[in-house]
């Protein structure tokens, strides 16, 4: 299994382009999540999916939109790029919720964003 | 508003003694806390975890303390290895939400 996989890696943009950052699991978790990581700071949470075709807000969610078609895919959307969206971004995922308490989430390798 | 909070940035222990890192949180509705270790340019990896109903879960060289009535959490790595250097993030949840708040980290460097 090769788990949560993300591209690209690195991604310079200037202000106001668009992209897609995309995000495959092949561990067939109906969870995913988008976090992003400032320098100096924890993760945050923008979106997350409980499955396809359900997608919800998190702590930080302006300026993104995204999707869930599949279990497997999660792509996270920039419509306008701006320079405070400059971060680390990490997808994860986790099983079908089993117990009272959250599921261990597991992370790609992020994918290093600059908007200049 | 931060939640959860790490407030050492940084630690420097020695190979083969005790490593302390400590977490606090302020929401008392959170039921469950998580570590994560993180190396650079990798995403973090899960470590260890525990449940409000418990105030200690270890797991080999890692061990978990839990103090809910002053809202703190350490975890303990006995003994240290170089190998350990990186990133370790707390985080909390509450009930099965699946939405994590983690802290702002704190960088472990094990001296050899």
């Known amino acids: 299994n090769a788990g949560v996989t993300q591209t690209p890696k690195f991604r310079i943009l200037k202000i106001g382009q668009s992209m897609t950052l995309q995000c495959t699991q092949d561990m067939n978790h109906n969870y995913m999540y988008w976090y992003r990581q400032d320098p100096g700071m924890g993760l945050k949470l923008i979106y997350y999916s409980v499955g396809a075709g359900i997608t919800d807000k998190g702590e930080v969610p302006n300026g993104y939109n995204v999707s869930r078609s599949t279990t497997e895919d999660f792509p996270l959307r920039l419509e306008l790029a701006a320079p405070s969206q400059t971060s680390v971004y990490f997808c994860?995922?986790?099983?079908?919720?089993?117990?009272?308490?959250?599921?261990?989430?597991?992370f790609g390798p992020g994918t290093r964003l600059t908007v200049l | 508003d931060q939640q959860v909070k790490q407030n050492s940035p940084s630690l420097s222990v020695q190979e083969g003694r005790i490593s302390i890192l400590n977490c606090d949180y302020t929401n008392s509705m959170f039921d469950y806390f998580l570590w994560y270790k993180k190396y650079p340019a990798e995403g973090p990896t899960f470590l260890i975890s525990i449940s409000s109903i418990k105030d200690k879960n270890e797991d080999g060289r890692f061990t978990v303390f839990l103090n809910k009535s002053a809202k703190h959490l350490s975890l303990h790595i006995v003994p240290s290895q170089p190998g350990d250097s990186a990133v370790y993030f707390c985080a909390a949840s509450v009930g099965a939400t699946n939405k994590l708040i983690f802290g702002t980290g704190t960088l472990l460097a094990v001296q050899p």
């Open positions: 994860a995922s986790s099983p079908l919720q089993r117990s009272q308490y959250t599921d261990t989430q597991y």
